[in-house]
């Protein structure tokens, strides 16, 4: 089996960084600013800190820091200002505002004002008489409704009977627990009785912390991700496709995505030759970040991502909406990454495809002819054995 990939020998530890040895000119004054994977999700897998470092390394590069991996925030002071990529959204609050977090330009990521609103619990509004958080928007749902998918979003188990037994009379549905990520821990659910199922293990107070998504499920899926990233002065937007492969278990998760991407704003990938149904993804997608925004005040990101799922309902109808959003480093954050960097090294260009990719097993299919392109291989202690690559496809829109 092969051993994990590890950080190259130039990542700067935190001891380093703060040597005034360590080389490098602070980009003003004498505050030496840095790059961190921070927060960390607790007890995450070697496969994803790989991938938050290898991310923040990127990021370092392109904002011309220091990238340091094993950041410990009591000792901020020591090293000046510093650049976030955490690992989940963040909420606006104490903690936060310790980090010295005050908008776009502090991390890669995002801030939101309210736990929920991180996650896909927005997408859908909530049943009527139902539960509803503090900070809820009424207003979002009804601006997003013809750009999302059929569904209702809940806070107690009473609110998710009701509300699916109601959806179920339109045909089958989705159970969606709004913490989860590539798919994972979803039901698919075509009764009553597997309605029940599919709640029984859920916990009351977990439901009204976070919430349940409940949604139309759609026959041979295709997904879309839409995006925007800024980092320092350079933004840029796209458009592109998922893929699924199978795990170790057996089970279809996400296997990566390939992105065509811009430079510039959103109405930079909308002057682009798109594909109709890459538009009318594109589309769908704009109007669900210009409601977010709108909706939800003290909301901003530098990395606002969308997933959109293009299939058939159960009367075989084509239905395209909005599944979630992600405000915070993602699957295809890798590829996002690279892009930057070749839109960075040449100016004059204006359009590159970039790839992130994901295979389970022992052998590496599809492994690049770049060795740099390699983010991870190795026997992960929770997914078991996993390679990741990601890199430039083309430059161009080719």
């Not at 749902?141 to 009473?158: E, H, I, M, P, W």
């Amino acid at each position: 089996m092969d051993t994990p990939w590890m950080a190259p020998a130039g990542a700067a530890t935190l001891q380093e960084a703060q040597r005034p040895e360590a080389g490098g000119r602070p980009p003003s004054g004498d505050a030496r600013r840095i790059a961190v994977p921070y927060p960390r999700r607790e007890a995450s897998p070697p496969h994803e800190l790989a991938s938050q470092d290898a991310l923040a390394r990127r990021l370092a590069g392109l904002l011309g820091l220091e990238c340091v991996t094993d950041y410990d925030p009591s000792i901020r002071p020591a090293v000046g200002s510093v650049y976030y990529v955490p690992a989940a959204t963040l909420v606006d609050g104490p903690e936060t505002q310790a980090l010295g977090v005050t908008g776009p330009r502090d991390l890669f990521g995002g801030v939101v004002p309210h736990a929920f609103v991180g996650t896909k619990a927005i997408t859908h509004p909530l049943p009527g008489r139902a539960r509803m958080p503090r900070g809820w928007s009424t207003q979002f749902g009804a601006q997003v409704r013809d750009a999302v998918l059929r569904g209702q979003t809940v806070f107690t188990l009473a609110d998710a009977r009701r509300a699916g037994a109601a959806l179920l009379r339109q045909g089958p549905l989705r159970v969606k627990p709004v913490q989860g990520t590539g798919g994972r821990g979803q039901s698919l659910v075509r009764d009553r009785a597997a309605l029940d199922v599919a709640l029984e293990g859920l916990r009351a107070e977990d439901l009204a912390e976070c919430g349940l998504v409940l949604e139309e499920h759609l026959e041979e899926v295709r997904t879309y991700s839409v995006g925007h990233v800024q980092v320092g002065g350079l933004a840029m937007s796209y458009v592109g496709t998922q893929e699924l492969t199978r795990d170790n278990a057996g089970e279809l998760v996400y296997g990566g995505s390939r992105l065509l991407c811009a430079r510039g704003g959103f109405e930079a990938l909308m002057a682009l030759e798109l594909g109709a149904d890459e538009r009318r993804a594109a589309e769908l997608a704009c109007r669900y970040d210009a409601a977010a925004l709108a909706c939800y005040p003290g909301l901003y990101a530098s990395r606002r991502n969308y997933d959109v799922a293009q299939g058939r309902d159960a009367h075989g109808r084509p239905r395209m909406g909005v599944l979630e959003q992600s405000w915070r480093a993602g699957g295809a954050s890798l590829a996002e990454a690279c892009a930057l960097q070749a839109l960075q090294a040449d100016p004059a260009l204006r359009t590159v495809r970039a790839y992130a990719r994901e295979r389970y097993g022992p052998g590496a299919p599809d492994a690049p002819a770049d060795p740099a392109a390699l983010v991870y291989r190795g026997q992960d202690t929770e997914v078991g054995p996993i390679s990741k690559y990601a890199g430039i496809a083309s430059h161009g829109d080719g």
